[in-house]
């Protein structure tokens, strides 16, 4: 099965999201993003993130990944907030390939230096895949985030 890669146009907004879709429900997340959101936000003036597609037929993988900055690293990374292959080609090192791809659309737009991403504490197969590839915990870290409302919250609206 040959695979080729590209990096996603704004006519690829829905099928992006169709596979995204199949990622939250492989890790058995909400998924409330439609195809309207994406084309919005990757789509826009500024664009707030970029993708990767693998692609036979049909897209059997995608990468979306947004800039970083990071002073202790001394440059950009790119931050990959989904990372997904169809399970017909997991084992192949397409999500290697997408990661790489990736990457390297990040190194020619921002001067990327480095990747950073998370991975669920019970994704077990993906946390093997990463620690394969030579990626480490952040040590002393912990993820945080502030939700919807909490945003609403910090801009004074409620």
Aim: aromatic letters at 8%.
């Amino acid at each position: 099965m040959q695979v080729s890669l590209r990096v996603a146009e704004q006519r690829d907004a829905e099928r992006i999201n169709t596979a995204l879709r199949r990622l939250s429900d492989d890790l058995n997340d909400e998924h409330t993003a439609r195809a309207a959101d994406l084309e919005n936000v990757g789509w826009a003036d500024m664009p707030g993130f970029r993708a990767v597609l693998a692609e036979t037929d049909e897209i059997v993988g995608v990468a979306l990944y947004s800039p970083v900055f990071s002073t202790t690293r001394g440059g950009a990374g790119i931050f990959v907030s989904d990372l997904w292959a169809a399970p017909k080609v997991r084992g192949r090192r397409l999500g290697a390939r997408l990661l790489s791809a990736a990457l390297a659309d990040g190194v020619e737009l921002w001067g990327a230096n480095f990747i950073k991403l998370s991975v669920y504490d019970d994704s077990l197969n993906a946390r093997r895949f990463y620690d394969q590839l030579g990626f480490e915990p952040l040590e002393g870290q912990i993820e945080l985030i502030l939700d919807k409302a909490g945003c609403a919250a910090l801009k004074g609206e409620v």
